[in-house]
């Protein structure tokens, strides 16, 4: 669709322009690769050798998943100021298709999160992170991280659309930034976590991109120590599951809005 | 190309109701009949119904009841091809002011499917008419205000609209850029045919562009006419009135007068239209004195558009721009 492209096209354009937002979006990613996955890794690696560049392993797909949703936040506040600048209304009186407009948004955040994915990978990669044998692999965790960051901007576009405060809107999301990655797979595996938090973790989709993305793309540590990882299958169904319904989400928020 | 039906009408516009929330009534059944090439000006205060109106045409909004044609198209039914043949300039700027001023005007182009030779080209043209072409390579944040509305007409005009709504197109502009911005709009409708749609509180505005005028107040049209038809209602001068007394009575006596085409009475003023202002002003004081209505201030000056909007609506019109047509010595607030 030639609008999406545009539009998408139009939003990189700022994007790349402002380098600024960029980096404001990789700082808080990149602190908990280089501070506290350095940390780590030293304090492990003076009990067992090898278990800190293991641990590193362990937790960067965590935070690759932390920058994807620290992008969708991002596709959310980038709809709310569209919103309110009234830019949207020159979109609704274009004779374009009404759904060009949220794709449009969901393909430019999904690039820009992307684009970040990478840069942690590499950043992990440099301090100790062991990436898996097949590149294949590695596409096929960055398409999870994709969907997951699909799923993600459905929430916070669908919340964008429905407040006319920044305020209010970043509110609302902040309550799912840190929870989400503490209540997952993300810093300590499965195995070890009390009932209670076991459960907690499998009602969050992130846990399923996390273990889906490890056993893909790298050297699953958690497989390697002999642990179960989740079945690989179940990880996509959920995630694409995830996608789909924050899409959903976003679309109907997106035509109520525009009433 | 303009492709009409045999009925002819650019705008077309029948018992347009719009209702918020089920609570707040916008718009109370309006008719309008717009021909093409005409420059058509809805006037009224803020609230009245003129936004929603144009929101309404422009396929932003859908009305609660009634119909609205544009170019024979319905706005509703047919959204997707009226959006394909008008242009639009929105009262708040819309712009995406990180861009700069030749990128809007591309994105626009490229999301009407415009080829990368047409949009070169128009986007050449364009500046040239409004007279931006230093500006297009800056961020259109470094604009002043009335070059951001320049921006805007040349954004609307990208796609050679037939339909051209303009929602208070000089609101807060300086007079010199005002007078420009009235002669881009002149030439629209002369070079291009153009058919216009604007809505406006400034009576001036009207006065000075419009081929129709049509007073809009609490969401129904409360008169329409060319400009001068509407003026030429009030009589040759207007007097203008305020002071303590029966106002009532004090007015009734007044239309008695033999000179008096039309009294008015408005919550502060009473405006009574003569046949020449300064010969009668010293009857119309003397018929306050023997009415017992004790006169504050009194002035004369030529009827305007917001003397009409007084006259239907019992309000002044709020008039807030600056230098105005010389012939006017108005004295009071």
């Known amino acids: 669709m030639v609008a999406t492209y545009t539009l998408w096209n139009k939003h990189m354009r700022k994007f790349l322009a402002n380098p600024e937002e960029m980096f ?3 700082i808080q990613p990149i602190l908990w690769v280089v501070l506290f996955g350095v940390g780590m890794k030293s304090m492990l690696a003076a009990g067992t050798p090898g278990s800190g560049e293991n641990y590193v392993t362990f937790m960067l797909p965590g935070i690759v998943a932390l920058s994807a949703l620290g992008g969708a936040v991002g596709g959310g506040s980038v709809w709310l100021t569209e919103r309110l600048r009234g830019i949207v209304k020159e979109y609704l009186v274009a004779p374009i298709p009404r759904i060009s407009i949220l794709l449009g948004n969901a393909t430019s955040t999904l690039t820009k999160s992307l684009f970040q994915a990478i840069i942690i990978v590499i950043v992990g990669v440099l301090i100790g992170a062991k990436l898996g044998p097949n590149p294949l692999g590695w596409l096929g965790g960055l398409a999870l991280v994709a969907l997951f960051g699909l799923g993600f901007s459905g929430l916070s576009l669908s919340m964008a659309s429905q407040t006319d405060s920044p305020g209010a809107y970043h509110a609302m999301i902040m309550i799912f930034n840190l929870p989400m990655l503490f209540l997952s797979n993300a810093l300590y595996p499965l195995s070890t976590m009390p009932t209670w938090m076991k459960i907690g973790s499998l009602i969050n989709p992130t846990t399923y991109t996390i273990d889906g993305v490890r056993q893909m793309m790298f050297r699953d540590p958690v497989a390697l120590a002999g642990g179960d990882p989740l079945p690989l299958w179940l990880c996509w169904v959920v995630v694409l599951a995830f996608a789909v319904l924050g899409m959903w989400l976003a679309h109907s928020a997106f035509r109520k809005s525009i009433k | 190309m303009n492709e009409q039906k045999p009925t002819g009408q650019a705008i077309e516009v029948r018992g347009l109701v719009k209702r918020y929330n089920k609570e707040v009534l916008a718009l109370d059944g309006v008719d309008l009949s717009i021909p093409a090439n005409t420059i058509y000006a809805l006037l009224g205060p803020n609230g009245a119904g003129k936004t929603t109106s144009i929101s309404i045409l422009t396929t932003l909004l859908e009305p609660t009841s009634g119909t609205a044609k544009v170019l024979g198209l319905d706005v509703v039914k047919q959204a997707g091809e009226v959006r394909g043949r008008i242009g639009v300039t929105f009262q708040e700027m819309v712009l995406d002011d990180e861009l700069t001023g030749k990128q809007v005007l591309d994105y626009h182009g490229r999301l009407y499917g415009q ?44 796609t050679t609209p037939e339909v051209l709504f303009l929602d208070e197109p000089t609101l807060g502009l300086d007079p010199q850029t005002r007078v420009r911005i009235w002669d881009h709009i002149r ?17 001036d505005e009207a006065e000075n562009l419009a081929d129709q005028v049509g007073i809009i107040d609490l969401g129904k049209l409360v008169a329409e006419g060319t400009p001068q038809a509407l003026i030429e209602q009030m009589g040759a001068d207007t007097i203008h009135v ?41 009857e119309v004081i003397s018929e306050a004195a023997r009415n017992g209505f004790a006169v504050e201030d009194i002035s004369v000056s030529k009827p305007s558009l917001g003397d009409v909007f007084l006259k239907y609506t019992g309000r002044r019109l709020r008039d807030t721009d600056g230098p105005q047509a010389p012939n006017r010595m108005n004295l009071m607030v």
């Not at chain 2, 470094?142 to 005009?157: I, P, V």
């Not at chain 2, 002369?190 to 809505?199: A, E």
């Open chain 1, 24 to 26: 404001g979006l990789l």
């Open chain 2, 115 to 158: 080829s990368k030779a047409e949009r070169q080209a128009k986007i050449e043209e364009l500046l040239a008419l409004v007279e931006l072409e230093e500006a297009a390579g800056r961020q259109a944040k470094t604009y002043s205000g009335g070059m951001k509305r320049r921006l805007e007409l040349a954004r609307a005009l990208m």
């Open chain 2, 187 to 203: 030439a629209l409708k002369k070079d291009q045919g153009m058919t216009m749609l604007m809505t406006t509180h400034y009576m």
């Open chain 2, 242 to 282: 305020t002071g303590e007394g029966d106002r009532a009575g004090f007015a009734e006596r007044v239309k008695a007068l033999p000179f008096v085409q039309t009294v008015s009475v408005g919550r502060t003023v009473i405006q009574i239209g003569v046949d020449s202002g300064s010969r009668r002003l010293v």
